[in-house]
């Protein structure tokens, strides 16, 4: 599904190398999490992916599903399928939600050649989404993320990822900032979303979320790299053990 | 104090251009206002009230030729059931305006009224003009009042069914007009008045409009079209007690915009807010200059000014609250913000506030700015194509001053006609 090979990136302003060389390789229908010290380049590595300006990719590849990630605008990027759930998702004074969600969803359908969603069956959609989420009607026709709760937040970007069903999800702190029982919510909206044909990048610090949305692999990145692949219970120990015997053993 | 040589010359040719109208009950007002207009003359580009907007093809004694738009468009508020009252080239056109009679208000052009030794509007034409001149001179205003030489008195007695509508046709390349209407709302009467079309190719207009106790007044401007038009219009507002205005423009095309709008708060507890949203591409220079005087109680007023500004368009906005002495618990509010779609276009503001009670709650903010690029890469990140996002937030950054609009349905015309506004552009 998505296939990221010796990945360079460096800051396009600075001399600042922040990706030195990540290697990843998602297969179809997997959840796989990234944890690692803060600063090592988790947020940075879902930027690119997603096209963010302000990077530079000094050598390496991404590809979803075969298709070169990297020479795509944004939009396209979304349309091919990637979605990302922002660490800090953004808000935006004067559009409203439920607008926002329509256009995006109708855009990526006419990128794709599908038809376009009426008002009405976008409503139906929509409506039973948010509330599987707990998001209110209120909550829908607010302007994008203003005033919204660091939960509501969080909340929002996964019924964004709901409505727009892409098929690589990556997930960036999706679980900070949200109390016990929206963890379950949101654990919930994802693993509803899981099948065979989407895969998951989960970026988290706590092995808490990956109680609820069971990884099938989880990657160690530090300073720039992927430096350690396992199972589970890979997450349990740096939940227990934080990363200093890790990368000592790398290093 | 003498006038110095160049302004008294550039007022004496653009006198010489015009011929004050043999209109006998205003005959006392204009000369009046003639004598105010020669004590002042016209602006000119060293006066503080011009700095950011030449006023040289304003007071030129010909108007500069503007070239007709063609488009199968139709006019503005076309889908509203209203009275119409159409003007071309600044000449009342019976023809094409409906029957002036609605149950609430009564309508005389100002041309009948002279012949009546009696009417109200007597009483209007000029005074608040007059008032209007201090503690800043408007030059522009005076020659209206002086030379107008057509327009409507409006008397709202009640809520009438429909609102006023006021249509501005262009149809000569070298028109030069100037129009002057009278409002008076009665106590406790309310009543809607919209204006569009593009007028002239240049275009002076004043309006003078007294709002009795508890009287309401609804006014949406839409000034647009034609892209080479110019306009000066002035709107005078004095308000009673618990009385409400609320006056929204929007402003599309067009070479040269100055509304001014002057507004007195003289009863306790009136609310004004006075709006405007304006998109400009290219040759485009737009001055929102707006004074509101707070002189009563409690009032509260806005002024919210939104203007998109690309390919070295000008936007202009010289705001002020001056709260007198007394004039305790003022809620005034101003902000003035530009949307700047490249380097080329700029943005020149003069917000003030001079203060001289010790309870009120004022605030002012100006700001200047891109795209928000976070915002930007979030929507497209979402799948929206750059084009689609770029204009999703242009509308939302206009949002402050549309949602100013109380009428849903006359909101989502203007939306839409920003909307197709930014269509046209790639
Ligand atoms: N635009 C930028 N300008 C300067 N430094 C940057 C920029 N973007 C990233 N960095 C730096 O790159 C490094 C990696 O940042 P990144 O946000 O990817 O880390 P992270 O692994 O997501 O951390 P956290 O766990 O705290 O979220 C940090 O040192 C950060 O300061
Ligand atoms: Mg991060």
Known sequence: MLEIKNLHVKLEEEEKEILKGVDLTVEPGKVHAIMGPN????????YVLSGRDGYEVTAGSAALEGEDLLDLEPEERAAAGLFLAFQYPVEIPGVGNMTFLRTAVNAQRKARGEDELSAADFLKVIRAKAKS?????????RPVNVGFSG??????????????????????????????????????????????????????????????????????????RIVKTGGPDLALEVEHNGYADILAEVN | MALPQAKQTATEERLAALTMPDAGCTRKAREAALARLREMGLPGRRDEYWKYTRPDTLISAEAPSAAL??????????????????????????????????????????????????????????VLEARGQTPVQRPLAALNTAYASDGVAIHVTGKPSRPISLIYRHASETSDAILHHVIRVESGAEVTILENGPAASRFNKCMEIDIADGGTLHHIRAQGRDHQRRAATHMFTRMGTESVYKSFTLTVNGVLTRNEQVVELTGDDAVAHVAGACVGDGEFHHDDTVFVTHDAVNCES??????????????????????????????GYQISQSLLLDDDSQFLAKPELEIYADDVACSHGSTSGAIDETALFYLRSRGVPTKDATDMLTLAFLAEAVDEIEDEALAEVIVSRLQEWLARRS
């Open chain 1, 133 to 141: 989420l707990k998001i209110d009607a209120d909550m829908l026709k």
């Open chain 1, 39 to 46: 600063g090592s380049g988790k947020s940075t590595l879902s």
């Open chain 2, 302 to 331: 806005r002024q919210v000014f939104k203007k998109v500004l690309r390919n070295g368009a000008t936007g202009v906005f010289q705001g002020k609250i001056l709260v007198k002495e007394g004039a305790q618990k003022t809620d």
């Open chain 2, 69 to 126: 738009f063609e488009t199968d468009e139709p006019m503005m508020f076309h889908e509203f059931d209203r009275l119409k009252i159409v003007f071309i080239d600044g000449v009342f056109s019976a023809e094409a305006s409906d029957d002036l009679t609605m149950e609430g208000v009564s309508i005389d052009r100002l041309e009948d009224i002279c012949c009546k030794d009696i009417h109200w509007a007597k009483e209007l034409y000029g």
């Open chain 1, 151 to 224: 939960g509501e937040k969080k909340r929002n970007e996964i019924l964004q990822m709901a409505m727009l069903e892409p098929k690589m999800c990556i997930l960036d702190e999706t679980d900070s900032g949200l109390d016990v029982d929206a963890m379950k919510l949101v654990s919930e909206g994802v693993n509803a979303l899981r099948d065979e044909g989407r895969s998951f990048l989960v970026i988290t610090h706590y092995q808490r979320l990956l109680d609820h949305i069971k990884p099938d692999v989880v990657h160690i990145m530090a300073d720039g």
